[in-house]
């Protein structure tokens, strides 16, 4: 009934898997990837007709988790998977970024790639299964694609690169690198890092790729025992047309393409691509389509020409050249941080709040239940652009650009330790035309220490293209938004003067070697320390103080057995606390106990109430006190917020009190001190003398009892001093029988009970079990 196909090898120690030929046989392809206990299917389906009117390649990538992969139900009311995660919706960029540029140019088949995670085991991660599963899928399917790929995932510890990490190790790492390309070149290069050099990050690269190039062996061979059957595609031909728009406007184009003025060039080209659409539907019956693509080609073609040739930009600058920077902080009045940074026509506000434990993000995978302490989001209006749009909910694109940059970001917080606070940065970009990630990065390092957050060192980012004809290329700083949209890369390094925080590659031609990524490296890092020259010169280092309309928070450490007094019966204790003092309290299992609060005063008020609550009682302390109940003999005090103790009446003065009312009254403030404490009960007083009994008793000034120091020595009080002074009790007489004792009893004791001879002299006796 099947027909399986299975391939493996040991892959660092550990065995990857390759299966087709049982799932999804209706799919155009399927593989079934596995490696430990984490199994992935990888599907592909192929539209057999090209689309058309279109004039790009319609690809589709999803990578879905499945709850049931780890034995778990969805948390939350909704019981099912519902839209993608943001690490889902990460995870199918980082599989569609590879593939994407393997496809031939004027394919226009619509193809989609699904890779959900059927079983996971917590040790292997599932998304670079996914990508190799992805690989291999296409490869089998008969589409033209100019794979196969692989990637690896890359950590750093003690000197040492990782080859695909566990999650434990990854916790340890300085460095976790994603990379992915074909048997000859990089393709994809997606990771975060702890400041490491240029040289370290450029050999993890070159680490991963040494270590993947097995896997496309491997799927090479696996495709051939699957005996793939190519399938005819129809390629889209676009000739006529452009030939038809070169001799049109080429003259035209080259002069528009020299404008430095970005408004003005961008004017006359659109006016240019009118005139071409125009004019070819008019003499030639050519689409629209057809006429847009053959521009699109022949500006690419002319703006690559020019960089070469002449060796400058579009706007004029020289290939390592950044763009003019303004940097502005403190600009929003009752923010806890802001920060403008322009770098040419790109312009990002970013926004810091600060906010307490319960502001952080919960995120429940596969993986478990987890919070994000920071969070950055990023927003791209239509405004930024000069277009009109609708307003949706944050695409794929949003999420990409803000997780690149709080990865650039993480690698310098303080700690939960120093700085418990919980971080959100919004970025909205107010322009847009090139890097407007790492725009963001720039802005929310300004923001960060504009808020006064204690970073190790400021962040910057730059975006750096490429442009390769033939056997030579040139590597472009700061690039802008045509020279990312005509180029042949989008490198993207984050990071401090002291190394690299973040790094994002993505390629569109076949790949990129060893000394592109080189050269891309170093030249990012000049550019970086001058746009730190630039920031610094706004603000150096954090402030030393919160922005005033942050709130502060007080950390403390209790006795965890200390936490059921806190919180009370039901949370009432620490809902009063909350409501007194009008902050907001966060209590961990270990015992660390967060008050938010907006002022001093207000947190000053939940700290006092917290520590009378946890402060142990101790014998010979004084405490202030409030009388809350009167008793004949004395009174209850209530101290150190929820501690009771009593107050006898012989505790009250160093002279006999008669009555406790004479001296006490319900609600009154006392200051006393602890005489002892037993358990849960504790004895006060309100003595000078710390309860030493100095004074005469009453009775004994009346002289109904002569005074201690007056009574006779023992040895001159004779027989008077004897306990027993009935003579015939002196001595013990001779113990009597058990007749003698039965006479003894009282007759009332001998009527109720239900008397017998003894027999030989005993009296049977009843037993009670």
């Given at each position: 009934m099947?027909?399986?196909?299975?391939?493996?090898?040991?892959?660092?120690?550990?065995?990857?898997?390759?299966?087709?030929?049982?799932?999804?046989?209706?799919?155009?392809?399927a593989?079934?990837?596995?490696?430990g206990?984490?199994?992935?299917?990888?599907?592909?389906?192929?539209?057999?007709?090209?689309?058309?009117g279109?004039?790009?390649f319609?690809?589709?990538?999803?990578?879905?988790?499945?709850?049931?992969?780890?034995?778990?139900?969805?948390?939350?009311?909704?019981?099912?998977?519902?839209?993608?995660?943001e690490?889902?919706?990460?995870?199918?960029?980082?599989?569609?970024r590879?593939?994407r540029?393997?496809?031939p140019?004027?394919?226009?088949?619509?193809?989609?790639v699904?890779?959900t995670?059927?079983?996971?085991?917590?040790?292997?991660?599932?998304?670079?299964?996914?990508m190799?599963?992805?690989?291999?899928?296409?490869?089998?399917?008969?589409?033209?694609?100019?794979?196969?790929?692989?990637?690896?995932?890359?950590?750093?510890?003690?000197?040492?690169?990782?080859?695909?990490?566990?999650?434990?190790?990854?916790?340890?790492?300085?460095l976790?690198?994603?990379?992915?390309?074909?048997i000859?070149?990089?393709?994809?290069?997606?990771?975060?890092?702890?400041?490491?050099?240029?040289?370290?990050?450029?050999?993890?690269?070159?680490?991963?790729?040494?270590h993947?190039?097995?896997?496309i062996e491997?799927?090479?061979?696996f495709?051939?025992?699957?005996?793939?059957?190519?399938?005819?595609?129809?390629l889209?031909?676009?000739?006529?047309?452009?030939?038809?728009v070169?001799?049109?406007?080429k003259?035209?184009?080259?002069?528009?393409?020299?404008?430095?003025?970005?408004?003005?060039?961008?004017?006359k080209?659109?006016s240019?691509?009118?005139?071409?659409?125009?004019?070819?539907?008019?003499?030639?019956?050519?689409?629209?389509?057809?006429?847009?693509?053959?521009f699109?080609?022949?500006?690419?073609?002319?703006?690559?020409?020019?960089?070469?040739?002449?060796?400058?930009?579009?706007?004029?600058?020289?290939?390592?050249?950044?763009?003019?920077?303004?940097?502005e902080?403190?600009?929003?009045?009752?923010?806890?941080?802001?920060?403008?940074?322009?770098?040419?026509?790109?312009?990002?506000?970013c926004?810091?709040?600060?906010?307490?434990?319960?502001?952080?993000?919960?995120?429940d995978?596969?993986?478990?239940?987890?919070?994000?302490?920071f969070?950055?989001?990023?927003?791209?209006?239509?405004?930024s652009?000069?277009?009109?749009?609708?307003?949706?909910?944050?695409g794929?694109?949003?999420?990409?650009?803000?997780?690149?940059?709080?990865?650039?970001?993480?690698g310098?917080?303080?700690?939960?330790?120093?700085f418990?606070?919980?971080?959100?940065?919004?970025?909205e970009?107010?322009?847009?035309?090139?890097?407007?990630?790492?725009?963001?990065?720039?802005?929310?390092?300004?923001?960060?220490?504009?808020?006064?957050?204690?970073?190790?060192?400021?962040?910057?980012?730059?975006a750096m293209?490429?442009?390769k004809?033939?056997?030579?290329?040139y590597?472009?700083?700061?690039?802008?938004?045509?020279?990312?949209?005509l180029?042949?890369?989008?490198?993207?390094?984050a990071?401090?003067?002291?190394?690299?925080?973040?790094l994002q590659?993505?390629?569109?031609?076949?790949?990129?070697?060893?000394?592109?990524?080189?050269?891309?490296?170093?030249?990012?890092?000049?550019g970086?320390?001058h746009?730190?020259?630039?920031?610094?010169?706004?603000?150096?280092?954090?402030?030393?103080?919160?922005?005033?309309?942050?709130?502060?928070l007080?950390?403390i450490?209790?006795?965890?057995?200390?936490i059921?007094?806190v919180?009370?019966a039901?949370?009432?204790?620490?809902?009063d606390i909350?409501?007194?003092?009008?902050?907001?309290?966060?209590?961990?299992?270990?015992?660390?106990?967060?008050?938010?609060?907006?002022?001093?005063?207000?947190?000053?008020?939940?700290?006092?109430?917290i520590?009378?609550?946890?402060t142990?009682?101790?014998?010979?302390?004084?405490?202030?006190?409030?009388?809350?109940?009167?008793?004949?003999?004395?009174?209850?005090?209530?101290?150190?917020?929820?501690?009771?103790?009593?107050?006898?009446?012989?505790?009250?003065?160093?002279?006999?009190?008669?009555?406790?009312?004479?001296?006490?009254?319900?609600?009154?403030?006392?200051k006393?001190?602890?005489?002892?404490?037993?358990?849960n009960?504790?004895?006060?007083?309100?003595?000078?003398?710390?309860?030493?009994?100095n004074y005469?008793?009453?009775?004994?000034?009346?002289?109904?009892?002569?005074?201690?120091?007056d009574?006779?020595?023992?040895?001159?009080?004779?027989?008077?001093?004897?306990?027993?002074?009935?003579?015939?009790?002196?001595?013990r007489?001779?113990?009597?029988?058990?007749?003698?004792?039965?006479?003894?009893?009282?007759d009332?004791?001998?009527?109720?009970?239900?008397?017998?001879?003894?027999?030989?002299?005993?009296?049977?006796?009843?037993?009670?079990?």
């Open positions: 099947f027909k399986i196909c299975t391939k493996s090898i040991d892959w660092a120690g550990k065995v990857l898997k390759l299966e087709t030929g049982k799932i999804a046989r209706q799919s155009t392809a593989v079934e990837v596995s490696m206990d984490t199994v992935v299917l990888c599907t592909v389906v192929v539209d057999k007709e090209p689309k058309d279109i004039d790009f319609p690809l589709t990538v999803n990578y879905q988790e499945r709850f049931y992969a780890a034995g778990k139900i969805p948390g939350g009311f909704n019981k099912r998977e519902s839209k993608p995660s690490h889902e919706v990460l995870t199918s960029r980082v599989i569609d590879p593939i540029p393997l496809f140019d004027g394919f226009t088949n619509e193809v989609q699904i890779c995670v059927l079983s996971y085991d917590k040790d292997h991660n599932a998304d670079i299964l996914a190799i599963g992805a690989s291999a899928a296409l490869t089998i399917s008969g589409v033209p694609f100019l794979g196969p790929i692989a990637g690896a995932r890359v950590g750093y510890k003690n000197g040492q690169y990782m080859l695909n990490p566990s999650p434990v190790d990854l916790e340890e790492s300085q976790e690198l994603l990379v992915a390309g074909t000859d070149s990089i393709l994809m290069v997606e990771s975060s890092a702890k400041e490491l050099s240029e040289d370290l990050m450029l050999e993890a690269v070159m680490f991963g790729h040494q993947f190039v097995p896997v491997m799927i090479k061979e495709a051939k025992e699957v005996h793939v059957e190519g399938h005819a595609f129809q889209f031909d676009n000739t006529e047309a452009t030939e038809l070169e001799k049109l406007v003259e035209e184009l080259g002069h528009a393409i020299t404008d430095t003025n970005k408004a003005k060039r961008q004017e080209i659109k240019l691509r009118t005139k071409a659409v125009e004019q070819l539907a008019a003499e030639h019956s050519i689409s629209e389509v057809s006429s847009k693509k053959a699109h080609d022949l500006e690419k073609k002319m703006v690559r020409h020019h960089v070469v040739s002449k060796g400058k930009r579009l706007d004029g600058r020289e290939a390592s050249e950044i763009r003019d920077i303004t940097s902080v403190a600009i929003l009045p009752k923010v806890h941080g802001s920060a403008l940074f322009t770098r040419g026509n790109t312009q990002a506000l926004v810091l709040t600060l906010g307490s434990v319960d502001d952080e993000q919960m995120v995978n596969i993986k478990g239940l987890s919070s994000d302490r969070m950055l989001h990023y927003n791209f209006p239509p405004y652009v000069g277009e009109i749009g609708i307003l949706r909910a944050p794929r694109r949003e999420i990409g650009h803000g997780k690149l940059a709080l990865r650039a970001i993480s310098v917080l303080p700690t939960k330790e120093v418990p606070y919980t971080i959100r940065v919004v970025s970009i107010t322009e847009s035309y090139g890097s407007s990630s790492m725009a963001t990065v720039c802005g929310t390092s300004l923001a960060l220490m504009d808020g006064g957050v204690p970073i190790s060192a400021p962040v910057a980012g730059i293209g490429l442009i004809e033939g056997e030579k290329f590597i472009l700083s700061d690039i802008t938004g045509s020279e990312d949209h180029g042949d890369m989008d490198f993207k390094v990071g401090t003067s002291a190394g690299v925080t973040a590659m993505d390629i569109k031609i076949t790949g990129v070697d060893r000394d592109m990524i080189k050269q891309a490296l170093y030249q990012a890092k000049d970086r320390i746009i730190l020259s630039k920031m610094c010169a706004v603000l150096e280092s954090p402030r030393q103080e919160l922005n005033p309309n942050a709130p502060r007080i950390t450490k209790i006795n965890k057995e200390q059921r007094d919180i009370g039901g949370g009432k204790v620490i809902r909350c409501e007194k003092s009008n902050t907001k309290i966060n209590i961990d299992d270990d015992g660390t106990v967060n008050i938010a609060c907006i002022t001093e005063e207000e947190g000053a008020i939940a700290l006092s109430m520590q009378n609550i946890t142990v009682p101790k014998a010979g302390e004084f405490y202030e006190g409030i009388v809350i109940k009167l008793m004949e003999f004395g009174a209850i005090v209530k101290f150190l917020g929820s501690q009771e103790g009593f107050l006898h009446i012989s505790e009250l003065s160093s002279e006999r009190v008669e009555t406790i009312s004479d001296v006490l009254t319900e609600g009154q403030a006392v006393v001190q602890i005489l002892s404490v037993e358990g009960r504790i004895k006060l007083t309100l003595r000078e003398d710390g309860g030493k009994r005469i008793p009453q009775k004994h000034k009346e002289g109904r009892f002569e005074r201690r120091g009574r006779a020595d023992r040895s001159d009080r004779g027989d008077s001093g004897n306990r027993f002074r009935n003579s015939k009790y002196k001595e007489g001779p113990r009597m029988d058990d007749n003698q004792r039965s006479d003894s009893r009282s009332s004791r001998r009527e109720n009970r239900d008397e017998k001879e003894p027999r030989d002299g005993f009296r049977k006796k009843k037993r009670f079990f």
